[in-house]
């Protein structure tokens, strides 16, 4: 049974930091693309990041692009998300996201964590 | 990158059909077969309903179908149910700088 869990939300003053991990199960992770995608409270799905695989190529959302870095430990079946500079319009849930094998589109979701940036 | 449009509701009488839009650019919905549909309940993660504009995961629903033409995508319940009752994000693969575009969202109301 493939499974993913998020942890390491909480609340940050912003200009703050945080990191977020997702352990995964029930793949091959390290075959496999994965993403972070975020919703704000009340709020639609917004694409984050992704990284390969191998770890060699991630993509980032121009919302987070130089202050978020998306990285993976395939010997801890580990996803992570540091999160820097955070500003109040990065509160939202953070999903972890498995890709679809050989397209595109995301077949597992973990449950989520929430960051909120407030003072 | 601006999200892909969708109408806020849509509803309709239990065994009824609908149908939702998701209208993006050339630069997404129009220019791959990279669409995807998602069903979210209060308080839970997206489930996958269709992926490749039509093609249903493995334990979805026959009465969930997609399609595409030109920059719009759709997504057709058929013999609507009250557990359809939820919310609905297209999604797709994007040319621009952002790899994967969402849309606004469509909440499903079962009258």
């Known amino acids: 049974e493939v499974q993913l869990l998020e942890s390491g939300g909480g609340l940050v003053q912003p200009g703050g930091s945080l990191r977020l991990s997702c352990a995964v199960s029930?793949?091959?992770?390290?075959?496999?693309?994965m993403s972070w995608v975020r919703q704000a409270p009340g709020k639609g799905l917004e694409w984050v990041a992704a990284?390969?695989?191998?770890?060699?190529?991630?993509y980032y959302a121009d919302s987070v692009k130089g202050r978020f870095t998306i990285s993976r430990d395939n010997s801890k079946n580990m996803l992570y998300l540091q999160m820097n500079s955070l500003r109040a319009e990065d509160t939202a849930v953070y999903y972890c996201?498995?890709?679809?094998?050989?397209?595109?589109?995301?077949?597992?979701w973990g449950q989520g964590t929430l960051v909120t940036v407030s003072s | 990158q601006s999200a892909l449009t969708q109408p806020a509701s849509v509803s309709g009488s239990p065994g009824q059909s609908i149908t939702i839009s998701c209208t993006g650019t050339?630069?997404?919905?129009?220019?791959?077969?990279?669409v995807s549909w998602y069903q979210q309940h209060p308080g839970k993660a997206p489930k996958l309903m269709i992926y490749?504009?039509?093609n249903r995961p493995s334990g979805i629903s026959n009465r969930f179908s997609g399609s595409k033409s030109g920059n719009t995508a759709s997504l057709t319940i058929s013999g609507l149910q009250a557990e359809d009752e939820a919310d609905y994000y297209c999604?797709?693969?994007?040319?621009?700088?952002?790899?994967?575009?969402f849309g606004t969202g469509t909440k499903v109301t079962v009258l």
């Open positions: 029930g793949f091959t992770f390290s075959s496999n693309s």
């Open positions: 490749d504009v039509s």
């Open positions: 999604s797709s693969y994007t040319s621009s700088s952002s790899l994967y575009v």
């Open positions: 050339s630069s997404d919905v129009g220019g791959y077969n990279y």
């Open positions: 996201a498995k890709r679809i094998v050989s397209t595109k589109g995301f077949d597992y």
């Open positions: 990284i390969g695989g191998s770890g060699a190529s991630t």
